[in-house]
């Protein structure tokens, strides 16, 4: 009887979780300036924030119609993000500027001039660990694809994770993150050895 019980259980489990997976939908976050969309504990502005997803990461929606402009997610599960955020396809890489922006090309070289002069100052270092710091313990600390705060996000911190220290550069350093195995720069001042 226990192992009729048992099996019953395992099968039921297995069905919910093949029904929960067919019900929630693949999305990607694209925000219209390259930041990171707010997870929140309700479907309100005002709610907790509690989690931050970066432009271009992949999301799983409850398949459940938008409450006040939110969806709800089924990555840990009772997170809420706004519904114009989601998009149905892997956006395309966010270029600064590109939202309505009329900077010129003289600001667009002085740009690329300054990451050439992080490039062109990178010391190579033996690999150490560093912990994200910010002046406000609720900061939360960006790692972009390129040392400029201009630069597409990769993925952004909060206060006290431990990231892996590749290369330091004049004001940005290269890091890797050990959970994920993303690689990005952060700017020297967010970092704490």
Same mark, same amino acid.
């Given at each position: 009887m226990i192992k009729r019980t048992l099996i019953l259980v395992t099968v039921l489990v297995l069905v919910l979780t093949a029904?929960?997976?067919?019900?929630?939908?693949?999305?990607w976050i694209k925000t219209d300036?390259?930041? /990171?969309? =707010? #997870?929140? &504990? $309700?479907?309100?502005?005002?709610?907790?924030w509690v989690a931050s997803f970066a432009y271009g990461?992949?999301?799983?929606?409850?398949?459940?119609? /938008?409450? =006040? #402009?939110? &969806? $709800?997610?089924?990555?840990?599960?009772?997170i809420w993000v706004l519904t114009r955020f989601l998009v149905s396809s892997p956006p395309a890489p966010y270029v600064p500027g590109s939202g309505g922006s009329s900077k010129g090309s003289s600001s667009s070289g002085d740009a690329q001039s300054a990451i050439y002069k992080e490039f062109k100052a990178a010391k190579w270092v033996t690999p150490y660990d560093a912990v994200t710091?910010?002046?406000?313990?609720?900061?939360?600390?960006?790692m972009r694809y390129a040392p400029s705060k201009n630069a597409p996000l990769v993925q952004s911190y909060k206060p006290?994770?431990?990231?892996?220290?590749?290369?330091?550069?004049?004001?940005?350093i290269e890091v890797q993150d050990p959970e994920t195995g993303k690689v990005g720069y952060i700017r020297q001042d967010f970092l704490q050895r």
């Open positions: 029904c929960a997976t067919a019900l929630a939908d693949t999305m300036n390259g930041k /990171p969309a =707010n #997870g929140r &504990t $309700e479907p309100d502005v005002n709610s907790t990461e992949e999301v799983y929606t409850m398949g459940t119609a /938008p409450v =006040n #402009g939110y &969806t $709800e997610l089924s990555n840990g599960g009772g710091t910010h002046k406000r313990s609720s900061g939360i600390i960006n006290g994770e431990v990231l892996t220290v590749i290369c330091e550069l004049k004001t940005w």
